[in-house]
């Protein structure tokens, strides 16, 4: 690891290590219930999302739009003529559901973002045995960058991590700390954690 990449961990790690309570709490927040992802095709993306990952297809539901107002841009931020296809929900094992979309736009960015980029994201799946989760993704065509990385030094120390990419480009990653991670064993403070 350069200096500078070794500077920055261990600032990660600081920050990461101090209590921080919480300032003001929106009423009646209880947690993350779905996470929405566009992606360029649904049929493909429910079907590796199923199909590889394992995750349970529910319902689709669309189209909205396109409105002859700027309901789309007042209620979702997006260019007036957009209109969504179709949004198929899906969830992943004990995690938050995913609402997957098709979105036509004349504006749309059809590069996914990179995790530099603003807005950039990945999506993390925990699993139980890091090596047969990265041979099972290999055997089945996904790309998987590099091998796992313990993440030692830091407040995850005890957790494993890998990216792989879904076929439309998205970033993903597989974590594994069956026995639990630095911060949590320190300070007793948890991080949401799919086994409980």
């Not at 990449?5 to 003001?24: G, H, N």
């Not at 689709?60 to 007042?74: H, L, V």
């Not at 003529?81 to 929900?89: G, K, L």
């Not at 995913?98 to 736009?105: A, D, L, M, Q």
Request: with cysteine.
């Amino acid at each position: 690891m350069n200096k500078y990449l070794s500077k920055l961990a261990c600032a990660a790690a600081c920050a990461l290590t101090l209590p921080v309570a919480a300032s003001a709490e929106m009423p009646g927040m209880r947690g993350t219930q779905h996470i929405g992802i566009t992606v360029p095709d649904v049929d493909e993306a429910v079907e590796f999302l199923v199909d590889v990952l394992g995750c349970e297809s529910f319902f689709s539901f669309g189209p909205f739009g396109p409105f002859e107002d700027d309901w789309m841009t007042k209620n979702l931020n997006v260019n007036r003529e957009a209109v969504i296809d179709v949004i198929t929900m899906v969830r992943c094992g004990n995690g938050p559901a995913f609402e997957v979309f098709k979105y036509t736009s004349p504006d749309q960015n059809l590069n996914p973002p990179k995790n530099s980029d603003i807005g950039g994201y990945h999506i993390a799946f925990y699993v139980d045995d890091m090596q047969m989760a990265v041979t099972y993704l290999r055997d089945n065509g996904v790309r998987v960058l590099e091998d796992p990385h313990p993440l030692t030094g830091t407040p995850l120390e005890g957790e494993e991590w890998v990216y792989f990419l879904s076929p439309w480009g998205m970033q993903m990653e597989i974590v594994s700390f069956p026995d639990g991670i630095a911060h949590e064993k320190n300070t007793g403070q948890a991080l949401w954690d799919p086994r409980s």
